[in-house]
């Protein structure tokens, strides 16, 4: 088995890693946010848009907070904060009072 192989077979395990993770811990938080750079699970989450003269730019803040990126030696991080000028979508996962009104 060659060098190539060896690290074609070990990002494969990775991935197949961080899926099943996320299909682990995905039943877990109330929203999933899309953007250009990354994929995120949360539980809390506000988006404030400030137009610009020649693009939009959001700031997405987020609380609770599962990133999807097989890098990262843990991907649970209490809180996110994310500009970008890139399309952002929001999933909301699961209805009802925010987990902390309860």
Known sequence: MSHTDELEEYDA???LRLKREYA??????????????????CNKFEREFTPQPAYP????SMEDVW????NRPTRIIPRV???TT???TVEILKS????DAE
């Open 13 to 15: 395990e990775l991935e």
């Open 24 to 41: 682990d811990v995905f039943p877990l938080f109330r929203y999933c946010v899309l953007t250009q750079e990354a994929t995120y699970l």
């Open 57 to 60: 730019l959001f700031r997405i």
């Open 67 to 70: 990133v999807w990126d097989r």
């Open 81 to 83: 904060e994310v500009h």
């Open 86 to 88: 890139q399309d952002v």
């Open 96 to 99: 009802g009072p925010e987990p």
